[in-house]
Structures are given as C-alpha cells and as structure tokens.
C-alpha cells in the first residue's frame, strides 16, 4: 500500500482545483479588488453588496425581532411556523400557486439551499446539468455533492436556455437540471413558452430513462424584475421543481443569511421528500437560519429593496454604455449588466478598469470569455464617476483613459 501523509482529503484537493473556483477564490482573496475594495474613491460594480446604508425597515424588522416573546426565543430552531407561513403566503401571491407553510424549509440562504436540493434527489454519479454563463458556484457544489456538472451554452442571442443543447446533455445519469431565472449574470427572464417547452422536454426524458428529472430553480432575484415584468417560476409548469430562494437580494442584505427551499404543492410525493430534506438539514450542520431572521421573516416579507432605483441605474447605464459603442442586452430583472468587452481579452480590460479604480467583474469568472459583469447596486456616485473610465476605454488607443 502507498504511504498518504496528506493533510488534506481527496474531496477538498479535488474542490480546490476546480477552475471555477479557483478563480472567484483568486479574485475574493488576491485581486488587486480584495486589496483596494474599502479606498475611498473607488467605483466598485463588481459584487452585489450594498454601498449605501441599509433601509430604516430593514433596521426596524430586525430590531423588532432581537426583543425576546418569551424564554425560548433564542432555543435552537428549525422552521419557526409563523415564518414558513408568512414565506408560503408570499410565494402564493407571487406565481400563483398554493404553497404550504410545510412546503417551505428554511435555510441559511439560497446558496444552501441549492447543495441541500442536489442531496435531497441526487445520488453520487448522478449527473446535473447547467447552462453557461452559470452562477459561478454551481460547479463547486454539484461536485461537492458527489455529483457530475455537465455544462450546456446559452443561446447567445437571448441568453435562454437552449434546449437542443439541453437535450444532447441529457442522459440515463442525468438526475438535475439548474435554472437560474432571473439570470445571473444576464439579467434574462425566462419566458412562459420556454419553460413550458422546458417542462415537456425534461418529463419526456423521465420517462425515456425511466428515471425522474428533477429542475432545480434558483430564483433568489425573483422580486428584482424591471419594467412591471411579470415573473414566472418553472414550478407553474413543471411539478418536479425544487426552489430556492434568498431573502439576501431582496433586501440587499447578503450578510444576513436567510432563505429557503421550496417544494411545489403539485409535486407527487413531497411529504417523504420533506422527511429527507429535514434529516439532511440536520446533519449538514443544522443549516437553518439563526433565531433573529427567523422572527423577523414575517416582517421582511413586507417589502423589498426599492426597485425602482435599480431600475433607474439600469437605464442610465445601458443608455450610457450603448451610446459609447457598448454591446450588451437590456437585463428584463437581476442586479447585474452582462456586457460585450470591446476587443481583446476580457481579463486585460477589466484589469485595466481596475486601474483606474473602476471594478468589475471578468466574463472568465462565469466560464464567458469575451463579456465582463457590471453590478447596478453600485452607488449613483460611483456609476456617474465610472461612466468616463468605461468610455475612454472603449476608443480605438485604448489608451485615454482618464486618472483620478
């Protein structure tokens, strides 16, 4: 037997390798962006965090929730009832479908409820497949999972799933399919039609394979949605939905983690999957929200962050970007522009941004080279001082970009 001295398990090397995660690892830790995010000055739309002071509301639900009722308020908590039903109640008005408080199961964000969905209806070799541009912690979860990323492109021109592609991927291994609507990094909505077509492919495949499909919706910017759009859920269409969803996007509270996973009330035999998700929660670490979001959940539900401003920056900066030559599509919800880089490698140009004090993020951290990521919770200030850096950037020298 060969000797193994190594601190370190295969499964955490074989995490740490992934390019993917490498490179938003890089970017987090070693940029010139970890070392220069807090300098004053600096115009930073690369991440969705917020650079203004949190809503009074938002300090008010949370205040409100830190008095104690009663001795046990901070016990140890899974799903608190009054916050799987304000939580059902909401997702009831918003798609339209009859959710339980039972249906809804707390976690510590969207961002776990994604990996708590994959164990909850993968087995390890299963295969999950998920479209290109992805949310980049997709890949590190599924393989964490045990499971196989199998990786499909978007339609470049509507930025949809392409469902020809999606159909090559599909397999007898195949076990999940992700959907992220509205999309991160595109901002595009996917459409009734397509995710009734979408519904029709993956119950064909289930039945073909004899083995049933699972969607995966990842819907934490269902609230951010522009232009009064009308959002709508692959779970209106497609029973075997599992959703997740997170309370830090709607509220621009990222630090606050909160969220949860859904279960549609059209889903046959939900009760035995509830049961699985539960003994999972608890042996993943008792992943459930701290006591203090769960008691102001029902108060959070109340309203959002104010949309409207979002919306505002969007036209300015699509105006603005399009008017410089920029090439990009008008994101329909989101916090995020998906823009074409003029020429040239997208890594050189935002690093030259970075410059010049303006950060963004590269279309290589979302496996697209060619495109670089913009993030509208930006404040005002920062997108009026950024706009001169974009648009000197774009001229043919390359080289006038303004300094500070």
């Given amino acids: 037997m060969r000797a193994d001295f190594s601190p370190v398990s295969r499964r955490a090397t074989t995490l740490a390798s992934v390019p ?21 000055g600096i115009c930073d739309l690369a991440l969705g965090n917020p650079h203004q002071m949190p809503t009074a509301a938002y300090v008010e639900a949370l205040a409100d929730a830190l008095t104690p009722r009663n001795e046990l308020w901070f016990a140890y908590k899974t799903n608190e ?8 109640a909401s997702l009831q008005r918003l798609i339209g479908l009859p959710f339980e408080p039972a249906d809804i199961h707390l976690t510590t964000g969207g961002f776990t409820a994604i990996p708590l969905a994959l164990k909850a209806v993968a087995d390890p070799g299963d295969e999950v497949i998920f479209t290109l541009p992805p949310w980049f912690f997709y890949e590190p979860l599924v393989i964490e999972a045990g499971l196989v990323p199998v990786k499909i492109r978007c339609d470049a021109e509507t930025f949809d799933v392409d469902l020809a592609a999606l159909g090559a991927a599909i397999t007898p291994r195949t076990r999940v399919v992700i959907v992220n609507t509205p999309n991160n990094p595109t901002g595009r909505i996917y459409p009734p039609k397509l995710l009734k077509d979408l519904a029709d492919m993956l119950e064909g495949a289930s039945r073909s394979n004899g083995r049933r499909v699972y969607l995966l919706s990842d819907e934490a910017y269902n609230r951010i949605v522009y232009d009064g759009a009308r959002f709508h859920s692959p ?10 969803y997170s309370y830090g996007k709607t509220h621009l509270a990222p630090g606050q ?3 949860y996973l859904a279960l549609p009330p059209g889903m046959p035999d939900r009760v035995p999957l509830r049961e699985a998700i539960t003994a999972l929660q608890m042996a993943l670490g008792w992943i459930y929200p701290n006591a203090l979001l769960q008691h102001a959940l029902p108060r959070l ?5 104010d949309v409207g401003e979002l919306q505002r920056k969007r036209d300015l900066m699509v105006a603005a970007l399009t008017g410089m030559g920029y090439r990009l599509t008008r994101p329909e ?3 995020y522009l998906f823009v074409r880089t003029p020429a040239g490698d997208d890594e ?7 410059d010049q004090g303006v950060f963004v993020l590269p279309g290589t951290l979302f496996e697209t080279p060619g495109y670089f990521r913009i993030s509208l919770t930006a404040s005002e200030e920062m997108i009026q001082r950024a706009l001169p850096v974009l648009a000197a950037a774009i001229q043919p020298t390359g080289g006038g970009v303004p300094r500070h």
Wanted: charge should be negative.
């Fill in 20 to 40: 993917s995660q490498q490179r938003i690892n890089t970017f987090l830790r070693d940029s010139v962006y970890a070392r220069r995010q807090h300098e004053p």
């Fill in 81 to 88: 009832p009054e916050a799987q039903a304000a939580a059902a």
């Fill in 235 to 244: 779970a209106e269409y497609y029973p075997y939905t599992l959703l997740a």
């Fill in 333 to 335: 919800g989101s916090f």
């Fill in 257 to 259: 983690r909160i969220g």
């Fill in 348 to 354: 050189q140009f935002t690093a030259a941004l970075a």
């Fill in 301 to 305: 539900e109340e309203f959002s962050v």
